[in-house]
């Protein structure tokens, strides 16, 4: 059982910076997938970022690339996601999620996610 609680959301101006942080607990062995996603108000969930912890490859959504940057850890079991240049269209709830199936690679579904964390609310005003 994996737990994931994430921290680090806020409210900001355009062009403004948050990093958010995903602490994990009860981790297990051997490499996971650790990702972001989120839901915009009356959106649906998407997903933003994601990180495999076994060669440290990264993914990013178009929307984000160049962006934003996600990390992890291992020494505290934390993920992160350092937002720059935000805009509104990036306003909404940021989820952390882990895919402990081992499957070799980050998808970008969120089905294929089992552990996931209450969110962040992150607000970008103009």
């Known amino acids: 059982q994996v737990q994931l609680v994430e921290s680090g959301g806020g409210s900001v101006q355009t062009g403004g910076s948050l990093r958010l942080s995903c602490a994990a607990s009860?981790?297990?062995?051997?490499?996971?997938?650790l990702g972001w996603f989120r839901q915009g108000p009356g959106k649906a969930r998407t997903w933003v970022a994601s990180?495999?912890?076994?060669?440290?490859?990264?993914r990013y959504a178009d929307s984000v690339k160049g962006r934003f940057t996600i990390s992890h850890v291992y020494a505290n079991t934390t993920t992160y996601l350092q937002m720059e240049s935000l805009s509104p269209a990036d306003t909404g709830m940021y989820y952390c999620?882990?895919?402990?199936?081992?499957?070799?690679?980050?998808?970008?579904?969120?089905?294929?996610?089992?552990?996931w964390g209450q969110g962040t609310p992150v607000t970008v005003s103009s």
């Open positions: 990180i495999y912890t076994g060669d440290g490859v990264t």
């Open positions: 009860g981790y297990v062995f051997g490499h996971i997938c």
């Open positions: 999620a882990a895919d402990t199936s081992r499957r070799g690679f980050c998808a970008t579904l969120s089905g294929y996610y089992g552990y």
